[in-house]
Structures are given as C-alpha cells and as structure tokens.
C-alpha cells in the first residue's frame, strides 16, 4: 500500500500570491484533513473532506479552500498570501464510516510554505 | 472548545531511563491520539485510544477518561527515541484533531 504523499516538499512565495498544495491519500482512504503547523507550535486543524465534501473546518478564514478529487487526492488553496501563513502544512488521510471520524491518521511529511 | 496541554514540554534523558509524557484535556472526548514527529516534519501515528491501555513495542500509552488526562511512557528508551510527541483529541465528529504543543524529547548515549 501506497503512503501519504505531499507537494511539492518546499515553497517560496511573496506576499499577495496563490499558493496550491496537493495531497496523494493513502490508498482506500476516504477522508483527508489538512493542519498548518507553525515554527515550535502544534498543528491546528484548517478543514477536512469526506467524499469530496467540506465536512469540518478549523477558525481559517476563506482564503483557505480545498477540493478533493473522486481518487480521494486533495488541494489546498491559499489565496491573498500572508507573511504569517509561513508555516509547514500537513494532511493526514485515513478511512472513515458513517458519522464516526475516529480512525486511526495517516500523514504526509508535509510542505514547507514561506511566505516573503 | 477543547484545550489540550502538554507536560512537560522539554525532556532531555538518559538512554535507558523511563520516560513519561501527560496530556491533560478540557472537554469530553471520543479518542485521543498520540503521534511522533521527527526533525523535517513527517508525522507517525503511534496510538489512538478511548480507554483503558495500549503497548507496542517499548511505548505504552494509557488514558483515564474520567480525569480527561493521557500517559506516553517510554520503557528503555534510546536515542532513537529522540522526537517531538504531540498528543492531540478528537471529538468523533468532523472537526479534526485539537493537538497539543508537543514534548521535545532528547535521549542521550
């Protein structure tokens, strides 16, 4: 079975840009969830897609979106760059049933975003 | 909205020594994992529980529901060991994780 995998690992971008990042889900796993980890915190969770809805989402402003795709992959779009969205972004993908999202994670090694 | 904390939040040890790391949290909860993260970013899931006691290998983690309060305990540890341990609680619904700060652990030879 195939592991979590991210892209691209590193990002440069200025301030005001689009960013889009991509998530490759383990495979048979329907549910994917994206976290900004900022320098010496912990992640904080931004949303999450089950079958290719937007069922849950952290205290992230709208210029964060996301689509996942019917192989279950998945963007994450950041609009309008800030200089404090510079952080490493994190999803984990993992399978899930009915309401319960009590599944065990599977993460990527994440993209580091710089924002200057 | 749930508070997760973490104690302590830096550990430095000796190889072979006993190491444990608590997570308090603040709201009832359906599972709580515990995962490990390297230098570079890469996070491994090591448990998720709702009770009781899990072990694999030399790492065991317990949780006692009632005192909303969560155990990471290390039997012989190695430098290997060497990582941020991040604990972090799940509601059970579809509002992802709520993490804490994480423990820097460091084992020396």
């Known amino acids: 079975e195939t592991g979590v995998t991210q892209s691209p690992t590193h990002l440069i971008k200025t301030r005001g840009q689009q960013v889009t990042l991509r998530c490759s889900s383990q495979s048979g796993h329907n549910t994917v969830s994206w976290y900004q980890q900022a320098l010496g915190q912990g992640p904080q969770f931004i949303f999450q897609y089950y079958r290719e809805e937007e069922n849950g989402r952290g205290n992230f402003p709208p210029r964060f979106s996301g689509l996942q795709f019917p192989n279950y992959s998945s963007e994450l779009n950041v609009n309008a760059l800030e200089l404090d969205d510079s952080a490493l972004y994190l999803c984990a993908s993992s399978l899930n049933r009915g309401a319960s999202y009590n599944s065990p994670l599977h993460f990527g090694n994440g993209t580091r975003l710089t924002v200057t | 909205k749930n508070e997760v904390e973490q104690s302590p939040q830096n550990l430095t040890a000796q190889e072979g020594e006993f190491i444990t790391i608590n997570c308090s949290y603040s709201v009832g909860i359906s599972a709580l994992h515990w995962l490990q993260q390297h230098p570079g970013g890469g996070i491994v899931s090591l448990f998720m529980?709702?009770?009781g006691k899990k072990k694999h290998g030399r790492l065991i983690a317990t949780i006692n529901i009632q005192e909303k309060h969560s155990s990471l305990h290390i039997t012989a540890s190695h430098p290997r060991d060497s990582a941020v341990y991040i604990c972090?609680?799940?509601?059970?619904?579809?509002?992802?994780?709520?993490f804490g700060k994480g423990t820097h652990l460091i084992i020396q030879p």
């Open positions: 529980l709702s009770s």
């Open positions: 972090a609680a799940s509601g059970g619904g579809a509002d992802g994780l709520t």
